[in-house]
Nanobody
Framework: QVQLVESGGGLVQAGGSLRLSCGAS????????MGWFRQAPGKEREFVAA????????LYADSVKGRFTISRDNAKNTVYLQMNSLKPEDTAVYYC????????????????WGQGTQVTVSS
């Protein structure tokens, strides 16, 4: 099994930045593609960003493209989400997840999930 723990969330003003981290346990971290999802109250969980196991490809939701950057450090078993130019609509609980699937934008393809970290962006 893979265990994931997110950190780095908090309160930030619009236009500010946060960096989320997700630490993974186990010896097979590099075999997984990693994704970030978010869920706001009353809304469906939505895809934010993903990165392949090699780190050679990244994918972003249109709503965050150009503002967020996903990266990974396999030696540290950690994936990151750098969030810049934050907007109030970015407010949500952010989750990291791991998948062996080539499909990385669909939450049902992810077998492992962290507990989430709250990001709140004020106007």
């Amino acid at each position: 099994q893979v265990q994931l723990v997110e950190s780095g969330g908090g309160l930030v003003q619009a236009g500010g930045s946060l960096r989320l981290s997700c630490g993974a346990s186990g010896r097979t971290f590099s075999s997984y593609s990693m994704g970030w999802f978010r869920q706001a109250p009353g809304k469906e969980r939505e895809f934010v960003a993903a990165i392949t196991w090699s780190g050679s490809r990244t994918l972003y939701a249109d709503s965050v493209k150009g503002r967020f950057t996903i990266s990974r450090d396999n030696a540290k078993n950690t994936v990151y989400l750098q969030m810049n130019s934050l907007k109030p609509e970015d407010t949500a609980v952010y989750y990291c997840a791991a998948t062996t699937s080539i499909v990385v934008t669909t939450s049902t393809r992810y077998a492992y999930w962290g507990q989430g970290t709250q990001v709140t962006v004020s106007s």
